[in-house]
């Protein structure tokens, strides 16, 4: 008797340890198959003039609709002679596609600003943090969104951007 609940013990747990660690690894290949990866590269240069960004962005889908985002801002400006900046922060997004080809989007950015330039005094530096909130609008083609975004916290005194409108490409895999 002692034998047959030792053995019936022991099958019971067995298959409970089974089952919560099937169940376990199948949450996790879940929650990747809702990943999705995107952001932006840039480059450009000019007369004296160079301008270095990476922008990485993970977003995860809730649905075919809904989706949310982090990301990494980094860039770097030199115009020789005049300044040189180092931009680095966080991205907090949110996606919304009523229809296919239609996104709204808010993005919260915080961005470190790093500052040198020269003046008719002599080098100066100037390091400062930038907040934005942007509320967007963009037309989707497959896994591209092209569109128009509006800082609502921007002021006229703003040392990082110049406007509070702002287009935008968004490309996400």
Do not use: C
């Not at 989706?67 to 020789?80: A, E, Q, R």
């Not at 909130?133 to 006229?156: A, E």
């Amino acid at each position: 008797m002692i034998k047959n609940v030792f053995f019936f013990s022991f099958f019971l747990f067995s298959s409970t340890f089974q089952a919560q660690d099937s169940t376990s690894s199948s949450n996790v290949s879940d929650f990747w198959d809702h990943v999705r990866f995107g952001g932006g590269v840039g480059f450009s240069m000019g007369n004296s003039f160079t301008n270095i960004s990476v922008s990485p962005t993970m977003y995860y889908n809730f649905d075919d609709q809904t989706s949310i985002g982090v990301g990494l801002n980094t860039s770097y400006i030199k115009n020789s002679g005049k300044f040189t900046s180092f931009v680095y922060g966080l991205t907090g997004s949110v996606l919304y596609n009523p229809v296919e080809s239609l996104q709204f989007s808010a993005d919260v950015e915080q961005l470190r600003v790093n500052l040198d330039y020269n003046t008719n005094l002599g080098q100066r530096s100037d390091d400062f943090w930038n907040t934005a909130l942007f509320l967007g609008v963009g037309y989707s083609v497959n896994n591209i969104t092209g569109g128009i975004r509006y800082n609502l916290l921007f002021r006229d005194t703003d040392r990082l951007y110049t406007s509070a409108w702002m287009p935008f490409i968004r490309i996400v895999f």
